[in-house]
C-alpha cells in the first residue's frame, strides 16, 4: 500500500490506535510461519502438549498462517496487562482456601480482548477510509500467538514460556488482529532471560523440563483446566491448593517485581473468586456454578472439573473439617469424575470419620474407576493406622 514512507506513517498510527483503545503494548510483523515453528512441531511429536488435540488439529494453520488467512499481509499482536496486586498473603485466614489463577479473578478475558480488537479494527478502517480485510484472534484461534508477539517485539519467550516484558513484565493477555493491510514490521526483543533460572526451579511439578520447554502434561494449568479426565495420582499431591490455573512460574520472575496494576476494571477480583472458600463449592450444583461463574474463564473447566480440583484440594489440606464435606460428594455427586477425587481426598486425610464415608459409599457406589479409587482410600488409611501403631514395634526391636 502506497510508498515506504506511507507504509511507515500508517504503521505509526495503527500502533496509536491500539494504544487509544486501550492496549499496553503493541507491535507489527508480517504473515510468516513463526520463527520456531519446527521447535513447536517436535514439541508435539514428544506429546508435551497431553490431551490438548486442537493443537494437533490446527498445527499445519498454526505453522502457515498465510494458508488459511491467504488476504492476511500484516498482523498487529497486542498486549493487556491483566496484574492485579494481590497475594496469597492477602487471602482471608478464615476457612480452607483455594488458589485461582490471576487471569481468571475477574471477566473472560476473551470478551475483554475481542472487545478492544473489534475497537482497534473499526477504527483503523476509519482511519484508511476504505475497507480493510481483518480478522482478530485470541487464544482460541490456530495462532502461535507468543511466536507473533515475539516477532513484533512485544517481549521475548521466556524460559517459562510466557511473553515477557523488560520493563513491563508478563503479566498480559496476547491478541492478534490480521490484516489485509501491508505494514511496516518490528524489530524483536532481545531475550534477556540470561542465567536466571528461578521459575524452572520453582515449579513444584518439574512442568518445565528445561529453558523454554514445557510437559503440559506435568503443568498444573493443564491439569486443573485443560485435562477433562482424572488427575493422575502421582500428581495430585503436587498440585496443592490450586483449583484453576497457576501462576508460580511468573510470580517468581524477576521482571515481575514491579508490576504495574491494570486499568480495567474488569479484571479485578469477583466475589468469591479470589482465594475463594473450598467447602461450599463443593455442594455446587450444576445450576449453581454456572450462576456464579457466568462470564468466567473459569467455566472453560467445566464444573466436575472444577469440583475435582476442589476435592484434591482438601485432601492436599489434610484437615479433619473437610470431611463431611468430602463424605456428602462421594456418596451424592452426580459425576464420577468428582466421587473418585473425594474418594482419593478422604484417603489423604484419613481418620475414622474418613473411613467409615469411604466404607458406606463402597456399599452403594457401581462405578468401576470410583471404586478402585475408594479401595486405594481405604488401603492408604490401613497404611496411616500401621504407621501410628509401628513406633511400638522399633522401640521393641531397641530393646
Known amino acids: 500500500m502506497g510508498t515506504r514512507p506511507e507504509r511507515e506513517r500508517l504503521s505509526r498510527r495503527v500502533k496509536e490506535l491500539a494504544r487509544e483503545v486501550g492496549f499496553d503494548l503493541v507491535g507489527l510483523s508480517p504473515v510468516i510461519p513463526p520463527p520456531h515453528s519446527e521447535s513447536f512441531a517436535e514439541w508435539l511429536r514428544r506429546g508435551f502438549g497431553g490431551e490438548m488435540a486442537y493443537l494437533e488439529r490446527g498445527a499445519t494453520a498454526r505453522l502457515h498462517p498465510g494458508g488459511f488467512l491467504p488476504w492476511a499481509k500484516s ?45 482497534l479494527l473499526a477504527r483503523i478502517r476509519a482511519e484508511v477510509g476504505e475497507f480493510v480485510e481483518g480478522r482478530a484472534y485470541v487464544d482460541t484461534g490456530p495462532v502461535l500467538e507468543r511466536e507473533f508477539s515475539s516477532l513484533a517485539g512485544v517481549g521475548w519467550i521466556g524460559k517459562n514460556t510466557t511473553i515477557i516484558h523488560p520493563r513491563r513484565g508478563s503479566w498480559f493477555f496476547l491478541g492478534e488482529l490480521f490484516l489485509s493491510l501491508d505494514l511496516e514490521s518490528d524489530r524483536p526483543i532481545r531475550d534477556r532471560c540470561g542465567g536466571c533460572d528461578l521459575c524452572i526451579r520453582a515449579c513444584p511439578t518439574g512442568a518445565l523440563v528445561g529453558p523454554y520447554l514445557l510437559d503440559s502434561r506435568r503443568c498444573i494449568s493443564y491439569l486443573t483446566i485443560e485435562l477433562k479426565g482424572s488427575i493422575p495420582r502421582e500428581m495430585r499431591p503436587l498440585v496443592g491448593d490450586h483449583i484453576f490455573g497457576c501462576d508460580i512460574c511468573q510470580d517468581v520472575c524477576p521482571y515481575n517485581a514491579k508490576a504495574r496494576p491494570s486499568s480495567e476494571e474488569r479484571f479485578w477480583p469477583r466475589e468469591g473468586q479470589y482465594a475463594p472458600d473450598l467447602i461450599p463449592l463443593l455442594a455446587l450444583s450444576e445450576e449453581e456454578f454456572r450462576r456464579r461463574f457466568k462470564g468466567s474463564a473459569i467455566r472453560r473447566a467445566k464444573r466436575r472439573g472444577l469440583l475435582r480440583n476442589v476435592a484434591v484440594a482438601l485432601g492436599n489440606a489434610g484437615r479433619a473439617e473437610a470431611v463431611p464435606a468430602l463424605t456428602q460428594a462421594l456418596r451424592h455427586d452426580p459425576e464420577p469424575l468428582v466421587r473418585g477425587h473425594a474418594a482419593w481426598a478422604l484417603g489423604r486425610i484419613g481418620g475414622g470419620a474418613a473411613r467409615e464415608g469411604l466404607e458406606q459409599a463402597s456399599t452403594q ?15 492408604e488409611i490401613s497404611g496411616q493406622q500401621s504407621a501410628v501403631s509401628s513406633p511400638l514395634r522399633a522401640g521393641e526391636l531397641e530393646r
Open 365 to 379: 457406589e457401581t462405578d468401576p474407576d470410583v471404586r478402585e479409587e475408594i479401595g486405594l482410600a481405604l488401603h
Open 75 to 119: 498482523i498487529v499482536s497486542v498486549a493487556l496487562n491483566y496484574y492485579v496486586p494481590l497475594h496469597r498473603e492477602d487471602a482471608p485466614q478464615d476457612g480452607l482456601r483455594g488458589w485461582i489463577s490471576r487471569y481468571a479473578w475477574g471477566d473472560d478475558y476473551h470478551e475483554i480482548m475481542e472487545d478492544y480488537l473489534g475497537k
